[in-house]
């Protein structure tokens, strides 16, 4: 049987090395990307526990009316006097907010077009009067 070639040997033993480090790297972040999968399983589990035991609401459903009887749940019940005043005056008291915030803006609208008007009539009487 005949011996393979000096040079042939010393070649396949660099690739040898260098699959060796391939190796490593590979086992590496194969570490790295089981490490993340857990992680990422784990919040899954908390997450699905979480939908379980807390209940999140909408600020809409929040602040719905309908209220809760002996026998259960029920839209149709009329809302007891305080209550309905209560949302009543809870009601003009947001249409009140958003007037105000509208009038606020358009003042504070006309208030910076007055403060560039004197600027640009400076400016243009400087111009007129250097010619």
């Not at 070639?5 to 790297?25: M, S, Y």
């Not at 309905?84 to 606020?104: C, D, F, G, I, S």
């Amino acid at each position: 049987m005949a011996q393979p070639a000096v040079h042939r040997c010393l070649q396949l033993g660099a690739e040898n090395e260098q699959l060796l480090k391939k190796l490593k790297k590979l086992q590496t972040k194969n570490k790295e990307l089981e490490k993340d999968l857990a992680r990422i399983q784990e919040e899954g589990r908390q997450r699905q526990l979480a939908r379980g035991y807390v209940t999140n609401r909408d600020v809409q459903i929040q602040t719905d009316t309908h209220l809760w009887r002996k026998g259960g749940y029920s839209k149709d019940l009329n809302l007891e006097g305080g209550s309905a005043r209560l949302l009543q005056l809870y009601n003009n008291l947001q249409k009140r907010y958003v007037k105000e915030m509208k009038t606020n803006q358009e003042q504070s609208e006309t208030i910076r077009n007055l403060t560039t008007l004197p600027d640009e009539h400076t400016f243009n009487g400087a111009i007129e009067g250097s010619r």
